[in-house]
């Protein structure tokens, strides 16, 4: 049976202050993870921040359960309680979060 691409909205809450995870992005180290880490890269670097204060970010995933490869890697690390909400559209999800200030301030 084919993988078939799935998006989600991330949510998350950051679990200690960032900077090493900002590190790993500026670095390149995720995107180099396979497969999905060039996807998680772009995904993590346009995250927003919610009105709670936690980070929210479209993702596309192929997983079951949902970005188990990407926590197990990268995600549980810096992250708690994160939540997935299945999305028909990279469009919806970027229209749902537009209006919320970014995680980095490049």
């Given at each position: 049976?084919p993988?078939?691409m799935?998006?989600?909205?991330?949510?998350?809450?950051p679990n200690?202050?960032?900077?090493?995870?900002?590190?790993?992005?500026?670095?390149?180290?995720?995107?180099?993870?396979?497969p999905?880490?060039?996807?998680?890269q772009?995904?993590?670097?346009?995250a927003?921040?919610?009105?709670?204060?936690?980070?929210?970010?479209?993702?596309?995933?192929?997983?079951?359960?949902?970005?188990?490869?990407?926590r197990?890697?990268?995600l549980?690390?810096?992250?708690n309680?994160?939540?997935v909400?299945?999305?028909?559209?990279?469009?919806?999800?970027?229209?749902?979060i537009?209006?919320?200030?970014?995680?980095?301030?490049?």
């Amino acid at each position: 049976m084919p993988y078939r691409m799935a998006l989600y909205l991330v949510r998350a809450k950051p679990n200690k202050a960032l900077e090493d995870l900002r590190k790993e992005l500026d670095a390149g180290t995720i995107s180099k993870l396979r497969p999905f880490g060039e996807t998680l890269q772009y995904s993590l670097e346009n995250a927003r921040i919610d009105k709670d204060g936690h980070a929210i970010w479209v993702e596309e995933d192929y997983c079951s359960p949902p970005l188990a490869m990407e926590r197990d890697s990268v995600l549980d690390r810096y992250f708690n309680d994160i939540t997935v909400e299945r999305i028909e559209s990279e469009q919806e999800g970027r229209d749902r979060i537009k209006e919320r200030p970014r995680l980095w301030n490049f």
